[in-house]
Nanobody, 114 residues
Framework: VQLQASGGGLVQAAGSLRLSCAASGVTSSINVMGWYRQVPGKEREMVARLSSNGRTDYADSVKGRFTISRDSARKTVYLQMNSLKFEDTAVYYC?????????WGQGTQVTVSS
């Protein structure tokens, strides 16, 4: 299983970015698809996740600004990030659960200039 993330970059505060993550080599149903982020010196934190039953979870810091969605046929998860803040600057990682196994993508840098 491989996860290929894209869409990161440099954006001004209040701007928007859309991250994508496509899974390949998957032969079973993906139970949960999500996004995490990490800044140097801090633990990786959950940003948003979406279960196959439609349940979504968001970090309090991104509620109302970020939206997670998935295209199950393309095995792709998206993260629409609006009203970006300087504190959203981080490396963003996609993550999936297939049964009891989980997989991480390589990370994509998001930098928000103030």
């Amino acid at each position: 299983v491989q996860l290929q993330a894209s869409g990161g970059g440099l954006v001004q505060a209040a701007g928007s970015l859309r991250l994508s993550c496509a899974a390949s080599g998957v032969t079973s149903s993906i139970n949960v698809m999500g996004w995490y982020r990490q800044v140097p010196g801090k633990e990786r934190e959950m940003v948003a996740r979406l279960s196959s039953n439609g349940r979504t979870d968001y970090a309090d810091s991104v509620k109302g600004r970020f939206t997670i969605s998935r295209d199950s046929a393309r095995k792709t998860v998206y993260l629409q990030m609006n009203s970006l803040k300087f504190e959203d600057t981080a490396v963003y990682y996609c993550h999936i659960w297939i049964g009891w196994r989980n997989y991480w993508g390589q990370g994509t840098q998001v930098t928000v200039s103030s």
